[in-house]
């Protein structure tokens, strides 16, 4: 089971740090990324991870940075100078399968996925 967390309302610039708990889940070894759904749009790869490698979609590098904590079963997503483009509900996932690294981007990969926390960003 997935619990994202750290949504919330915030002004342009802000910085926000959502987090995603995996209980009764493996950690190492299986992927684990952020999606992220705007209103009237298709959802997107924000940024991945597995055992220590990251990736970060081309709109979301230099101010989107994810991380993991093995010991916690934590994955984290640091967003700084947050726009209002970035208004999305934001969505953790991982997979039951230990998908290659090159698979990370892709959503159909993703088995489970947490509820989503909505982050706000008035101008």
């Known amino acids: 089971q997935l619990q994202a967390s750290g949504g919330g309302l915030v002004q342009s610039g802000d910085s926000l740090r959502l987090s995603c708990a995996a209980s009764g889940r493996a950690f190492r070894d299986y992927p684990f990324a952020w999606f992220r759904q705007a209103p009237g749009k298709d959802r997107e790869f924000v940024a991945g991870i597995k055992n220590g490698s990251r990736r970060v979609s081309d709109p979301a590098r230099g101010r989107f940075t994810i991380s993991g904590d093995n010991v916690k079963k934590t994955v984290h997503l640091q967003i700084n100078n947050l726009r209002p483009e970035d208004t999305a509900v934001y969505y953790c996932?991982?997979?039951?399968?230990?998908?290659?690294?090159?698979?990370?981007?892709?959503?159909?990969?993703?088995?489970?996925w947490g509820r989503g926390t909505l982050v706000t960003v008035s101008s």
């Open positions: 996932a991982t997979s039951s399968l230990r998908l290659p690294f090159g698979l990370i981007e892709d959503e159909t990969r993703y088995d489970y």
